[in-house]
C-alpha cells in the first residue's frame, strides 16, 4: 500500500470536517472557525478519553500533530526538488 500524499491527508480531513458539522446538525462550511473547532472538540476528546485511559496530555498531541505535519510538508518538498 503507498503512502497516501498530502491531498489524500487533506481529503481524509475535509471527510472528517464535513462529518464533525453533519453531526453537529451545521450548515458545512471550510472556514478556519471550522477546522478550529474540530481541532478543539478532538482535544476535549482526547482530555477526557485518552487522559483517562493513558494518562496521555492533549496539548501534546498537539504538538506531535504538528511535528507531523511538518514533516509530512517536507518530504513532499523534497519529492519535488528531485
Not at 498530502?6 to 471550510?30: G, P, S
Amino acid at each position: 500500500m503507498r503512502e497516501p500524499t498530502n491531498n489524500d491527508r487533506a481529503k481524509h480531513a475535509e471527510r472528517a470536517l464535513i462529518a464533525f458539522q453533519e453531526a453537529k446538525k451545521e450548515v458545512i462550511e471550510m472556514t478556519e472557525d471550522e477546522v478550529v473547532d474540530l481541532i478543539a472538540d478532538l482535544l476535549h476528546f482526547a482530555n477526557i478519553h485518552l487522559k483517562t485511559l493513558y494518562g496521555t496530555n492533549p496539548i501534546d498531541l498537539l504538538s506531535s500533530a504538528k511535528m507531523h505535519f511538518e514533516l509530512e510538508t517536507m518530504k513532499a518538498i523534497k519529492r519535488k526538488v528531485k
